[in-house]
């Protein structure tokens, strides 16, 4: 596959030159600082407190008061004293930190790791990598010039039963794939999640820090997000996110990926909308993009008006069709279906605690490769491509037009989307490698 444009400048494989072999936490252990702690930080930072022989968690990061005090108490609770600091600068300006873990709202994944890895700390991003193309591009980037071991928070590929999923598609049990069918089902109210009027910003929080790098607007509750649902509602703006496609579609479509060696498609076709939901989110409720591979189709499916589960009886899943059996994966389980007159065996595999268990695997992995330099499960470059796939489709979608993906120079062939995958940054904040 063609990765040239994608890491140009750099080196594609890590190596251990840069590495003193010493490892700075206390006794042993990789010293982390937890950039952002709301949903997916406070989860992130609960899998690292279980990992006491190996992680030293130092410090927690948050522009929101509330949640550093809640994260000293996590902590605390588990024997562990971290510093609290609400500028992410200080964390990748202490030298005795080793890693960071970056759980913020997505916009500000790109710039966050890519100062990281020129700070020289390795790192553990969430998804989706990035909000635009360009900025995907130079994480990469970063992560091979400055040698760092940049893991993505695509914690499915670390589970026993995508491992799984991945053995029987490369075994050549399913036959020739010519079909995958991704999808997401909910049940939505038709409010939504309102439509909160612009005010002022809650004590604790740095609303301007919050936004950062996006555009700067008053503040609102559903573009912040917290205490308005579980996981917070900003992923519903395009300043910030992708809406389902790159929340959800990440998760469902990185698998295939896994399953067939990182390709990327040709073409992306893409068509939604908000046809239920009536609130002041920007994404859509309702999606259907087909991505157009080498060697198969794939498809995905968002439908949050409709919680009616597909095959195997799952409200979302990824399938994968040959001519002589079927995958489908999920978090919960593995199914091999046969088709009809094939000599193939129905098989499953499910309620296995430690096929299920996802997370805590990933960090394990993370950990283990700062020691060695080896490439993560997750390499950056691995979300990277599944994350521009899914922006591609968002792309397409807003811009009413199918796109042509050119690999080798990493851009489409339609000239007026082009400058929709460059990043725009609002000063001071500049992307750089």
Known sequence: MERRTLIKGASAALTTSLFTGRVRGANGRISVGHIGIGAMGSSNLGHALKLTDTVEPVAVCDVYQPHLDKAVATAAKAGKTVKAV??????????????????????WHAYMAIEACKAGKDVFVE???????????????????????????????????FKKAAELVQSGILGEVTFVHTWQSGAVKKAGWGKPADGPV???????????????????????????????????????????????????????????????????????????????????????????????????????????????????????????????????????IPNKNSKVEEQKWENNNEMRDLNVPHWKNFIECIKTRAKPTSDIETCVRSSTTCILANLSMRHKTMLDWDEKNWTVKQSNVRPHLKAKYRAPWKLEV
């Not at 500028?87 to 759980?103: G, M, P, Q, Y």
């Not at 740095?206 to 912040?224: E, I, S, T, Y």
């Open 127 to 161: 998804k989706p990598a990035s909000v635009y193309v360009e900025e995907g591009q130079k994480m990469v980037q970063a992560a091979r010039k400055y040698n760092r071991v940049v893991q993505a928070g695509t914690m499915q590929r670390s589970g026993g039963y």
């Open 86 to 107: 609400k500028d992410f600068r200080e964390i990748l300006a202490d030298k005795t930190i080793d890693a960071v873990c970056i759980s913020t709202p997505d916009h």
């Open 202 to 336: 809650p004590e604790g929080l740095d609303w301007d820090m919050w936004l950062g790098p996006a555009p700067k607007v008053p503040f609102n509750r559903n573009r912040w997000g917290v205490g308005v649902t579980t996981f917070p509602t900003f992923r519903y703006f395009w300043d910030y996110a992708g809406g389902a496609m790159t929340d959800w579609g990440v998760h469902l479509i990185d698998p295939v990926h896994q399953c067939f060696g990182e390709p990327m498609p040709t073409t992306i076709s893409t068509q939604g909308g908000k046809l239920y939901v009536d609130d002041n989110t920007d994404t859509p409720d309702t999606m259907l993009a087909t991505f157009h591979y080498p060697k198969f189709m794939l498809t995905y499916e968002s439908r949050t008006a409709n919680p009616m589960p597909m095959f195997a009886g799952q409200g979302a899943a990824t399938a994968i069709h040959g001519t002589e059996a079927n995958v489908v994966v999920t978090r919960g389980g593995c199914w091999l």
